[in-house]
Each structure stands twice: as structure tokens, then as C-alpha cells.
């Protein structure tokens, strides 16, 4: 099959990731091919979508994190098909897809629950929605206007959270909402310019947080 413009952009860059040891399971590889990114980034930075580099969110300072970032993070969460999952700071929508794609490759197949994903700017909120449901994705993906650092205990227990901005340190309400056996993964640090990667498992009571990698992410708000 002859491949062309941004389908032949896509499958370089999972080629890419796959090269780096980042993506290394095939359901990840599978979603990331299956995702239009695209159709998440604003237009005026359209061209660059298959770059392996975080792109700005319109005029809103926030920023759509590199494909490698994001892969990471997915790869390190191991999402299952049964999986309740919660996402702080949709933006785009773009990690959101990726996951839902992950944990359910096939709509046809029956949905049984959403992936919830929350976001502080209601800009972006619009703006998820509307990638999502052009996409697709609406009816698999819940986006919520609201502080992802409260989480959202109403769907609460979640077997996987992905946090997309950095925290100072791991709000709680987000360690009281994991699931016995749950997996977070979070930017954690006060510095704009550098954080940690965290990943947080709940056994039990016992939490246990542990480092991955030096990282930058645009600060978790909390202005509400
Ligand atoms: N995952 C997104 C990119 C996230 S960028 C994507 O795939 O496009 C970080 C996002 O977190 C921004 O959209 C920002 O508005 C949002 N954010 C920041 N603080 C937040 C908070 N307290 N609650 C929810 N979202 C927040």
C-alpha cells in the first residue's frame, strides 16, 4: 500500500517511537497509527503534527505534549480493556483518543465505560469536544470543565490516571480515587522548567510513588 501526506507522516513517527524503545506494545502502536493528530492540533500549526515536539494550544499557554511524552506515559500505565480511567487536563483531546483507542480498539464492539478526562479552560473543553466528536470519539470520551486535582469522585475508583500537567506534589484527592491495584502517572515538581515524572501505585492502603525521568510540563492550575 502507497502511503501519503499525514498517513505516511504517522506511520514514520510510530516507526520512530518504536525505533526508541518507547512504544513497545502493539496495542500502543495500534492506537497511535489509528489517532489523526492532525485533526487535534490548531491549524496554524497543522504541518507540524507528526513532529515529535510539544505545539501550542491557540493562544491559551498551554501546549499538546510531544507524541514520545505521551507514548511514555501510556506505555507505563499498561491500560486494559476493563480499566476505569481518568485524565487531568484534556486539552486537545488528543492523549484522550490515544487511550480510549487503547483500551477499546473497536466501537462496534460495545462500550462499557468512558474515559473521563477534565479541563480547567473552557476554550479547551470546546476544543476537545469538538476533535473528539469529529473523530468519532464522543461517545467514549467524556470531557468535564473543572479542576482535575479534585479528580472526579463521582466515577471514582480509577484503575488508571494520567495527569497532564505538573503538580507541586500528588494531590490527594487523586491517590483517594485510585483503585486497590491502581496506576498513576504525574509530572510532580514546583519548577516550570523541570519536573519528575511519577508513578504512583495504591496497594491497599500502602501508596508508593516512584521516579521515571526528568520532564517539562505546563503547571497544573488552580485557579477555578
Ligand atoms: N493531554 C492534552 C495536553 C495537556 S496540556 C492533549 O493531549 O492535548 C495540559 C492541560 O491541562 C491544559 O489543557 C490545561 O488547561 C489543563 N489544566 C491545567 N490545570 C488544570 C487543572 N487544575 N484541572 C484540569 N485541567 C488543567
Not at 494550544?57 to 476493563?82: C, R, V
Request: with cysteine; glycine share 8%.
Amino acid at each position: 500500500m502507497r502511503l501519503t501526506g499525514y498517513d505516511e507522516q504517522r506511520s514514520r513517527l510510530v516507526s520512530y517511537l518504536k525505533s526508541l524503545g518507547i512504544i513497545t506494545s502493539e496495542r500502543a502502536e495500534r492506537a497511535f497509527l489509528a489517532i489523526p493528530r492532525e485533526e487535534f492540533v490548531p491549524e496554524e500549526v497543522r504541518d507540524q503534527a507528526y513532529a515529535d515536539t510539544p505545539l501550542p494550544l491557540m493562544n491559551t499557554g498551554q501546549t499538546i505534549s510531544a507524541p514520545s511524552m505521551l507514548a511514555y506515559m501510556i506505555e507505563a500505565l499498561d491500560l486494559q480493556a476493563h480499566h476505569n480511567v481518568l485524565e487531568v487536563g484534556a486539552g486537545s483531546g488528543y492523549a484522550a483518543a490515544v487511550m480510549t483507542e487503547v483500551i477499546s480498539p473497536s466501537p462496534s464492539a460495545g462500550i462499557s465505560h468512558k474515559v473521563h478526562t477534565i479541563e480547567i479552560d473552557p476554550r479547551l473543553v470546546s476544543f476537545a469536544k469538538d476533535n473528539l466528536q469529529r473523530c468519532g470519539y464522543s461517545d467514549r470520551v467524556d470531557v468535564i470543565l473543572g479542576d482535575g486535582a479534585l479528580g472526579l469522585p463521582e466515577e471514582s475508583p480509577f484503575d488508571r490516571i494520567m495527569v497532564s500537567a505538573a503538580a507541586a506534589s500528588v494531590p490527594k484527592p487523586l491517590t483517594d480515587q485510585l483503585a486497590d491495584g491502581g496506576t498513576m502517572v504525574i509530572p510532580v515538581g514546583g519548577s516550570s522548567w523541570s519536573q519528575e515524572l511519577h508513578l504512583v501505585r495504591r496497594s491497599g492502603n500502602k501508596i508508593t510513588e516512584k521516579y521515571m525521568m526528568d520532564v517539562v510540563f505546563v503547571p497544573l492550575r488552580e485557579d477555578l
